[in-house]
């Protein structure tokens, strides 16, 4: 058979053996026939608040959290969407904060191509930058002690408004809903609390879990303790249109997505495989090997203990060179040695959870890498084993385990979250 990985902008296809090989993806919705008429109708008719025109005054000030480059999000659907609905305040009052949190910050036409035209030369854009501690502002602390510094216009805004999109995610639960308050606009410091290895190590932290999972539970808390007055939240399917469409008060309005989300998403098998290829669901997701490790991580949902992972990511952002994820990894000796550093620092380090979910998925299973952009040499350092040919690493890693071995493919990658039965 062939299947087509999502890959880079336009696919990767793959020969496979019919008899040896299942591909999970997620259950297709169609996408809503009026997007725009969905998100109007979602936006005037919210779940436990009142209609966003009703709440906001002319005389406030609003701040609008948005995803950034690295999420496939129908910003550009999404905000106008919110901004018609605020007309009545003078754009000079509405700010557009882009949620990256320790990511880089996001150039001018990546911005225009996410937003919509015409938006960022009519509100003031502000890309939040987690290392400037001149806009940060400390909004209080959790019950655990978590120091909660956010962007400064996001607090001292009259109107807090969160616009993301919901998938789930590998160590938060689900992404949107509270993520677009913290990480998404928080310091470095109470990003670095949230990440700790305790908390990303908990076996709660996981895809789908939100409740008692320890970095969901205190997301949730800073956005609680600190406010958002409306939510807007959608589901997408593989062709980035948009499923399903929520507004309203935010943990409902999350809660309603995540359930969306996880009855398309989540796919029950019956046993491990010996072999997953997975992807990153092309680009934007796939545009560096950072943000590929999710694609291993749902593949390692279902892989054999001593089994083979083929994660096939375009990576046109390298590694990425910001950041410290590619320093931990040129470090360290091999997973199992950067595994134990995380775990028995005292201090956590920027991106050292990246490596910590890598690391984990090699423990369990090889990892090899096809990439269009890093060297041979890169993903050697990266602890990675490099392929040109998905088709033939396939075909070696099955005639390696047997003539019992099967592949499993997650086209799709994470926005295919697959899970084993008990």
């Not at 609008?64 to 919110?82: E, G, H, K, Q």
């Not at 910050?105 to 996410?114: F, G, I, Q, S, V």
């Amino acid at each position: 058979m062939i299947v087509t990985l999502a890959y880079g902008d336009n696919g990767l296809d793959v020969e496979l053996p019919d008899d040896r090989t299942t591909v999970i993806e997620p259950r297709f919705l169609p996408g809503l026939p009026d997007e725009d008429g969905a998100l109007k109708t979602a936006i005037r008719n919210p779940i436990g608040t009142r209609p966003l025109r009703q709440l906001v005054a002319a005389h406030q000030t609003v701040a609008i959290s948005v995803c950034d480059i690295t999420r496939p999000a129908p910003t550009r659907l999404m905000l106008p969407a919110l901004l018609r609905e605020l007309e009545h305040v003078p754009p000079e009052q509405v700010t557009i904060l882009i949620a990256t949190g320790t990511h880089r910050a996001n150039t001018p036409d990546e911005l225009d191509a996410m937003l919509g035209p015409g938006i960022a030369g009519r509100y003031p854009v502000v890309n939040h930058d987690a290392f400037d501690d001149a806009n940060l502002k400390l909004a209080g602390e959790t019950s655990d002690g978590v120091p909660i510094l956010l962007n400064r216009r996001w607090v001292d805004a009259d109107v807090r408004i969160t616009a993301g999109f919901v998938e789930p995610h590998f160590f938060a639960g689900f992404s949107g809903g509270p993520k677009m308050v913290a990480p998404g606009l928080a310091g470095f410091a109470t990003t670095m609390h949230l990440h700790n290895a305790a908390r990303i190590g908990s076996p709660k932290a996981t895809w789908g879990i939100t409740e008692g999972n320890p970095v969901h539970d205190t997301v949730r808390e800073i956005a609680a303790i600190t406010g958002v007055d409306f939510t807007l939240d959608v589901t997408i399917n593989r062709d980035r249109q948009i499923t399903n469409a929520y507004a309203g008060n935010l943990l409902k309005v999350h809660a309603a997505a995540c359930q969306a989300s996880r009855q398309t998403v989540m796919q029950p098998v019956s046993r491990p495989f010996e072999v997953v290829v997975t992807t990153n669901s092309g680009y934007p997701l796939d545009q560096n090997l950072y943000q590929a490790v999710k694609g291993m991580s749902a593949a390692a949902q279902i892989v054999s203990e001593g089994g083979t992972i083929i994660c096939a990511a375009e990576c046109r952002d390298g590694v990425p060179e910001h950041g410290e994820y590619g320093r931990i990894l040129r470090e360290g000796k091999s997973p199992a040695d950067m595994l134990r550093t995380i775990e028995s620092a005292t201090t956590t380090t920027h991106d050292q959870w990246q490596v910590q979910i890598q690391a984990k998925v090699q423990m369990r299973a090889e990892v090899l890498l096809k990439s269009s952009y890093l060297t041979p040499d890169q993903v050697r350092a990266a602890h990675l084993e490099p392929v040109e040919d998905v088709a033939k690493a396939v075909t070696a890693a099955l005639t390696r385990y047997g003539p019992g071995a099967r592949v499993c493919v997650l086209p799709e990658g994470p926005q295919t979250v697959p899970y084993l039965k008990t």
